[in-house]
């Protein structure tokens, strides 16, 4: 939505922080308000990714199409086309989970993820031509999006990028109303997937997360609730299973990174994921508060939120009518 009333009431000191994902409207406060204090911080609900369907489209049931799609997407030009530059690659558990996520130095190097693309292009184009991806109906390359205006710009340069690198025209895309959304996705129907956000990343432990993409769907045992077109591998419930049924942390860590090491190998095993992004913050110096938090909890914030009536920025502020 349009931030500027925000911004406004920010600058008039009638609220004392905001946050945005607009890079170029908070630098802009930045830069006009010198005594602000401006920082940036990995946020796991600001990202983009591709949840496909892996297991009854005509197309992406083949292994070679959707290798050719995760090695052709690149990940770089998705940050600076969705995220204004500030955004970094994406495993299969958002980056921000330092402790969780596959470090950006392993995935510099892993097929998909490497630059120059040179080599998975020359890997994507070879698989797309032994699968005679050309052959299979346009219907089974759109992808589908909502009706978000920040949205509106992937059914552009999305299909474009795919297309491009893949030397194909096959990709397309369509936008269908954000209230449709969960009904699509539940349908089942043999549709081509989401194309958007990922949220609901709200625990310091992204286990449970995680499986409710990953596992089986409920209807097949797992713990995937989220994980509409069912897709499942022995593999990958193995290492679910295993990251539950461990207590130490340390080695659950180690698990779901193997899970994600398996996921590269593997299409992406369901969800194409590129890239998370930073939020930036602002804040007036007369505010303290802890955090901000990769993950918000607004309980602590209350808990630890002051205000300091002598800081000289307090001057000015707008006190409560």
Same mark, same amino acid.
């Given at each position: ?11 008039q000191?009638?609220i ?17 308000n ?12 600001n ?11 005509r197309?992406l ?10 090695? %052709? @997407? ?5 940050a ?5 530059? +500030? ?6 558990v958002?980056?921000?989970?330092? %402790? ?14 490497? =630059?120059?693309? /040179? ?7 070879? +698989? ?9 109906d346009?219907? /089974?390359f ?12 992937l +059914? ?12 194909t025209?096959?990709?397309?895309? =369509? ?6 959304l ?5 349908s ?10 990922? /949220? ?15 596992? %089986?769907?409920? /209807?097949?045992?797992?713990?995937? @609730? ?26 659950? =860590? ?16 369901g ?7 930073? @939020? ?6 007369? +505010?303290h508060?802890?955090?901000?938090f990769f993950?918000?909890?607004?309980? @602590? ?8 009536q ?11 009518a």
């Amino acid at each position: 939505g349009d931030i500027n009333p925000q911004r406004l009431a920010f600058e008039q000191k009638q609220i004392d922080e905001l946050a945005s994902r607009d890079k170029a409207v908070m630098e802009e406060i930045a830069a006009n308000n010198p005594d602000v204090e401006a920082f940036r911080i990995g946020d796991p609900n600001n990202n983009l990714e591709f949840a496909y369907n892996y297991t009854t489209n005509r197309a992406l049931s083949d292994e070679r199409i959707r290798t050719a799609m995760f090695l %052709a @997407t690149d990940r770089a030009l998705v940050a600076q086309q969705h995220f204004q530059g +500030l955004g970094r690659p994406n495993p299969a558990v958002n980056w921000p989970f330092t %402790a969780w996520a596959l470090s950006q130095e392993e995935l510099s190097e892993a097929p998909g993820y490497r =630059q120059p693309k /040179d080599q998975d292009l020359a890997d994507a184009r070879a +698989l797309w031509e032994q699968a005679d991806a050309e052959s299979h109906d346009d219907l /089974d390359f759109r992808v589908t999006t909502v009706d978000f205006p920040q949205y509106v710009p992937l +059914l552009e340069w999305f299909p474009a990028m795919l297309n491009t690198n893949l030397g194909t025209e096959k990709w397309n895309a =369509q936008a269908i109303p954000v209230t449709s959304l969960l009904e699509y996705n539940n349908s089942g129907q043999a549709s081509v997937g989401y194309l958007g956000g990922w /949220d609901q990343w709200n625990s310091p432990d992204p286990r449970t997360r995680f499986a409710q993409v990953y596992s %089986a769907h409920p /209807d097949d045992g797992g713990r995937g @609730t989220i994980n509409f077109w069912k897709y499942t591998t022995p593999t990958m419930e193995g290492f679910i299973n295993d990251m539950f049924t461990e207590f130490d942390n340390e080695r659950a =860590q180690e698990i779901i990174k193997d899970a994600q090491r398996f996921a590269l190998t593997d299409a992406g095993s369901g969800h194409l994921q590129m890239v998370c992004g930073l @939020t930036s913050w602002v804040k007036w110096p007369y +505010l303290h508060r802890a955090g901000p938090f990769f993950i918000t909890y607004g309980t @602590t914030i209350s808990q630890e939120l002051w205000i300091d009536q002598d800081d000289p920025t307090f001057q000015g502020k707008q006190r409560p009518a």
